[in-house]
């Protein structure tokens, strides 16, 4: 837990700002070790021990955009009524 709020705050501060091509290049290599599983595999090396810092992020910044993706886009103008 305190990891996680450590690098959220790195996130938002510290020097990795990846840009959306080496998100979606990461999220092709994941796809390739782990056999089409994107967020699994994300997760995974997530916990691995000897993380690096910069990795973490970029690992976070990946499964950010693949939850992302796989939320339905909701529609406007359409009520529930």
């Not at 993380?51 to 690992?59: C, D, E, M, N, S």
């Amino acid at each position: 837990m305190v990891m996680t709020a450590f690098l959220g705050v790195l996130e938002r501060l510290g020097p990795w700002r990846f840009t959306d091509h080496e998100i979606r290049a990461e999220t092709w290599a994941l796809g390739a070790r782990h056999q089409g599983e994107v967020l699994d595999g994300a997760r995974a090396e997530s916990r691995a021990p000897n993380l690096t810092v910069r990795r973490a992020i970029l690992l976070r910044a990946v499964i950010r955009s693949q939850s992302a993706a796989a939320r339905p886009a909701s529609r406007p103008g359409r009520g529930e009524g």
